[in-house]
């Protein structure tokens, strides 16, 4: 019987550990906004980003993220991403600020065009490793975030110059589930 009585107080104080987060485990953020490459009239982005919070000030997750640009007219660059990534709060309250960084495959797609129109080209940007850093806050189900992702410089076939990939984005949503229990 004694045994029974130890099990019995050990799982409960289990329990109440596993238990003692504040907020909720999983989180689903979805976003949209703007995305500035070097040499870009700008363009727009989305993110998909679902995250696990491994403790209330640590989350894990992935992003898929698509973004497009367009470059001097007729010019165009998209990447579409998928990585992993760490997202540390650095408070607890209502008002949450966070850091946090990413690593993972960038699909990219670009068009180029020669100033003098006498060549131009296509060139299939592809699969290149990228890492990103982020900055931003939560505010109750809202999110807003700067980040700044490094990608590997692309080769353009005829004129055997490189192009920056790199590329800031400027993202406001929302989340789902992830906030206080």
Partial sequence: MNRLYIFLFVSLILTS?????????FKLGLGAGYAGAVGSNG???????PAYRV???LAVGIRIEGAVFIRHGDEGNSALSYTVNGQYYLNAEQFRTFVGAGLGIYNLSKRYETIDLVASGNVA?????GFYL????????FTLALEYNLIHSSTIEFSNSTVSNNYIGVRIGGFFFGGKR
């Fill in 125 to 129: 940007g592809g699969s290149k490793l």
């Fill in 43 to 49: 363009g727009i982005l989305a993110t998909f980003e």
């Fill in 17 to 25: 550990v596993v238990n003692a987060q504040d907020y909720n485990k």
């Fill in 55 to 57: 403790i209330d000030n």
């Fill in 134 to 141: 982020r900055i931003g806050f939560d505010f109750s189900h």
